[in-house]
């Protein structure tokens, strides 16, 4: 195989890594819809229960229509808390495509977070949606959570630079494994792409939608900040590694292993669902007058 032939495979090789990574982060985040079908007049129609909303807007709840003796209704309260939950009838909407049972929940403030579930009778029994199968596994409400709008160019840079970043990452470790001689400047990139989508505009991200910079380590328990600052220090020593052995040739065994090392570290990060463990706001501070900015905890 030629240079410029394995070069080429092996960037594909790394952006198929990297697409399987995005698609994996977004599907299992604790902000991806809870899906599934329902049946209705023998056909089975999808439905999409959302799991996040933007500050200032009621979280809207729809299902279709079972039809004719049918009736919907929605169980929640905000979360955590230990308050009585609230039942929401559902309306009929006739005027979307395909009828829909609709109810929409208050608006929360950033952090804020609702639990609920949706009942729908019908004259052949009750659906429950999560099944009651999902509640006896302690999965029996879904939790969604509010944030403030973040502007879209500031959000697409960050995640484009926080996935070129594994790109390059990935592309490092496969020369490392099969080239090491390919390796050249590609830690520099993959760690200069972690500082600006990680340290410079993740913070930025964070604070649109949250109130608050930076709520990882020393300050917070965040785990996406968390995680975010062990990925770069683990291509911040590969950096230095690189640095210290630039002048010799071949590409020594501890530069190759630092590589593999670090790409095995940002494999296990991107494993761990995105948004994990992160901002929440505390009901009790809030009701007893404390500003919602200053009842938001983070690592819940």
């Known amino acids: 195989m030629s240079p410029r032939a394995r070069s080429v495979t092996l960037w594909v090789v790394a952006l198929v ?6 698609v994996y982060q977004e599907r299992t985040g604790p902000t991806y819809p809870v899906e599934g079908t329902l049946e209705v007049a023998g056909t089975a129609r999808a439905y999409s229960l959302p799991r996040t909303e933007t500050t200032g807007r009621s979280l809207r709840i729809a299902l279709p229509d079972p039809g004719a003796g049918s009736s919907g209704s929605v169980v929640w309260r905000r979360y955590p808390t230990d308050e009585p939950f609230t039942t929401s009838p559902m309306r009929r909407d006739t005027a979307a495509a395909g009828a829909v049972l609709v109810a929409e929940l208050p608006p929360q403030p950033p ?6 579930r949706v009942e729908v ?4 029994g009750v659906l429950r949606i999560p099944s009651e199968k999902a509640a006896a596994a302690g999965e029996g409400m879904i939790v969604a959570r509010y944030k403030d709008a973040v502007p879209l160019p500031l959000l697409i840079a960050h995640v484009t630079c926080m996935f070129l970043a594994m790109l390059v990452g990935m592309r490092a470790a496969l020369a490392a ?3 090491p001689g390919g390796i050249g400047r590609l830690p520099w990139i993959a760690l200069a792409l ?3 989508g990680g340290l410079i505009l993740g913070p930025f991200v964070q604070k649109y939608a949250f109130g608050a910079f930076w709520t990882g380590f020393p300050h917070g328990y965040d785990l996406t900040d968390n995680k975010t600052l062990i990925m770069w220090l683990v291509w911040a020593v590969v950096c230095g590694v690189l640095w210290k052995g630039r002048a010799r040739a071949p590409v020594p065994r501890l530069t190759r292993a630092t590589v593999l090392a670090a790409a095995l570290v940002m494999t296990a990060v991107y494993l761990i669902p995105h948004s994990l ?16 900015s200053q009842a938001v905890h983070s690592g819940v």
């Open 111 to 116: 952090a804020g977070k609702l639990e609920y």
């Open 194 to 196: 972690m500082t600006a």
């Open 277 to 292: 463990k992160g901002s929440q706001l505390d009901y009790g501070k809030l009701d007893q007058g404390a500003p919602a």
């Open 17 to 22: 890594l990297m697409l399987a990574a995005a």
């Open 177 to 179: 494994l099969v080239h």
């Open 121 to 124: 009778r019908t004259p052949g």
